[in-house]
């Protein structure tokens, strides 16, 4: 079943939300818990940019494609020396391991893809994961992060991905 970007950001909001018993909400997170959930956040739109990098032979999805694996990997790269700076580790949490299986199952369904179709999915997905993810990290993460480094870590990180959020728009405008 394949998911309109509409309904993919609402998908992506929802798994936001929906919270198990065990977990108050993403905005009851610690701050090494958010940067878990930032870290893996990262981590599985690197895995997309890869898979695009596999899959599409357009030269604009490729373009936006080395540039998420730069930006994700330079900002995970801060953070895990903010991290060591502090002398902490990031925890898992229910976020965390919400976004790695669902990422999975996108793997698996893009994987199957090619041509235009691959490349119009990669785009909508992208658009509506940034926007999530954006969403996510102003309202719920920044506003609750108390340590003032790592605030301002996702400050500046947020900056740079709602850039990515208005490229991936326009690549969506561009593939339909």
């Known amino acids: 079943m394949k998911l309109r970007s509409s309904h993919l950001a609402m998908a992506i909001a929802i798994m936001f939300s929906v919270v198990p018993a065990k ?12 940067a878990h959930v930032a870290y893996v956040a990262d981590n599985i739109d690197i895995r997309y940019a890869h898979l695009a990098l596999a899959i599409s032979q357009n030269p ?3 373009a ?32 965390s391991t919400t976004l790695q299986q669902n990422a999975e199952k996108l793997i698996d369904e893009m994987s199957s893809l090619r041509g235009q179709a691959f490349d119009k999915r990669y785009a909508e997905n992208e658009l509506a994961y940034h926007k999530a993810v954006n969403d996510l990290v102003e309202n719920s993460f920044i506003p609750n992060i108390d340590n003032a480094e790592v605030k301002a870590l996702f400050e500046a990180g947020l900056q740079i991905f709602k850039a990515h959020e208005a490229h991936a728009q326009m690549m969506v405008g561009k593939l339909k």
Do not use: C, W, Y
Not at 23 to 34: C, K
Not at 75 to 95: H, R
């Open 23 to 34: 977990a108050e909400s993403a905005a009851d997170l610690n701050d090494l818990q958010i």
């Open 60 to 62: 604009e999805v490729r």
């Open 64 to 95: 936006f494609a080395q540039t998420m694996i730069r930006d994700h990997t330079a900002v995970n790269e801060q953070a895990l020396a903010l991290l060591a700076k502090l002398k902490a580790e990031p925890q898992g949490n229910f976020l």
